[in-house]
């Protein structure tokens, strides 16, 4: 059985790059909180300004990998002060933060090169150029954050659709009774 192809999604890339996530971020603290993310890091009350933006990520990214995809989303956490974002799964989804010093990039190269060693295939969501050009090629196909997020948006239209599809049909025994059988039951009931 051939493996399924390895997603690999630049998270912050992707939570910047669209308006999908960015309305997300929580910017309460002020117009200038996001500038200082090392000052965020250190809040001694744990706040978390993007952590509704990567759920809402990790959740688009598991309905748009289902089935399909081996998803793995990294975040960059070179500006961490400490190591205290472990890597975890949810979903079916990998979460990988970088440890602190080292960037998204380089474990996203490690996670290609890889890959490519395994001689697997490998869609990799970014819009930076610089990462695009260094693990591009073969087998690795690049598609931009804002194309991820109209395909996650197309697939969440759908979801919604056949849920709203589903919640019109009655789920009742009357309903499934053929009109013959209803009638009689009826008539059993003294309606």
């Given at each position: 059985m051939a493996r399924r192809a390895l997603l690999v999604v630049d998270g912050y890339n992707v939570?910047?790059?669209t308006t999908r996530y960015q309305g997300l971020i929580d910017e309460h603290a002020g117009a200038g909180a996001l500038a200082d993310?090392?000052?965020?890091?250190?809040?001694?009350?744990?706040?978390?300004p993007f952590g509704?933006?990567?759920?809402?990520?990790l959740a688009d990214v598991a309905a748009y990998?289902?089935?399909?995809?081996?998803?793995v989303i990294v975040y960059d956490a070179a500006g961490n002060l400490a190591d205290d974002r472990p890597d975890f799964s949810a979903a079916g989804v990998r979460?990988?933060?970088?440890?602190?010093?080292?960037s998204a990039d380089t474990?996203?190269?490690?996670?290609?090169?890889?890959?490519?060693r395994e001689n697997r295939d490998v869609l990799l969501v970014t819009s930076d150029n610089t990462i695009r050009f260094?693990?591009?090629?073969?087998?690795?196909?690049?598609?931009?954050?804002?194309?991820?997020?109209?395909?996650?948006?197309?697939?969440?239209?759908?979801?919604?659709?056949?849920?709203?599809?589903?919640s019109h049909d009655r789920m009742t025994l009357e309903?499934?009774?053929?009109?013959?059988?209803r009638e009689k039951l009826w008539k059993l009931l003294g309606r």
């Open positions: 939570i910047y790059g993310v090392a000052h965020l890091s250190r809040d001694p009350y744990g706040h978390d509704r933006a990567r759920e809402a990520l990998a289902q089935g399909t995809y081996d998803p979460v990988v933060f970088s440890k602190t010093g080292e474990v996203i190269e490690r996670l290609v090169t890889k890959a490519r260094t693990v591009g090629g073969v087998p690795v196909t690049s598609i931009s954050s804002q194309l991820l997020a109209t395909d996650i948006g197309t697939v969440a239209k759908d979801a919604e659709l056949a849920r709203e599809e589903r309903d499934r009774l053929s009109p013959e059988a």
